[in-house]
């Protein structure tokens, strides 16, 4: 079992930076796959970014490439999500999901977190 909790989100206005944090419990992060992904009101859950076991390989969804980050720190068991660059549609909750393998949909992911609210005023 691994239980995550997010944290970092907030109000933020458009052009500004947060950085999320997922702090996971166990002896175990290392051998997970760590993913975010966000879900808008009215609209479905989407990836946002996801981050390899090793830290090696990270996939973006198209509309946050150069302005999102994540990185992870295994010491830690922390995964980190660096946005920058903060435009109105980012305003959703955010979630932080483990899993066996790098994915870029939900059923990759075994373990959610209960999510972090950001919001961006324009």
């Known amino acids: 079992q691994v239980q995550l909790v997010e944290s970092g989100g907030g109000l933020v206005q458009a052009g500004g930076s947060l950085r999320l944090s997922c702090a996971a419990s166990g002896r175990t992060f290392s051998t997970y796959a760590m993913g975010w992904f966000r879900q808008a009101p009215g609209k479905e859950r989407e990836f946002v970014a996801a981050?390899?076991?090793?830290?090696?390989?990270?996939y973006y969804r198209d509309s946050v490439k150069g302005r999102f980050t994540i990185s992870r720190d295994n010491a830690k068991n922390t995964v980190y999500l660096q946005m920058n660059s903060l435009k109105s549609e980012d305003t959703a909750i955010y979630y932080c999901?483990?899993?066996?393998?790098?994915?870029?949909?939900?059923?990759?992911?075994?373990?959610w977190g209960q999510g972090t609210q950001v919001t961006v005023s324009s």
């Open positions: 981050r390899s076991r090793s830290g090696v390989t990270s």
């Open positions: 999901a483990a899993g066996r393998q790098i994915g870029s949909v939900s059923r990759s992911y075994d373990y």
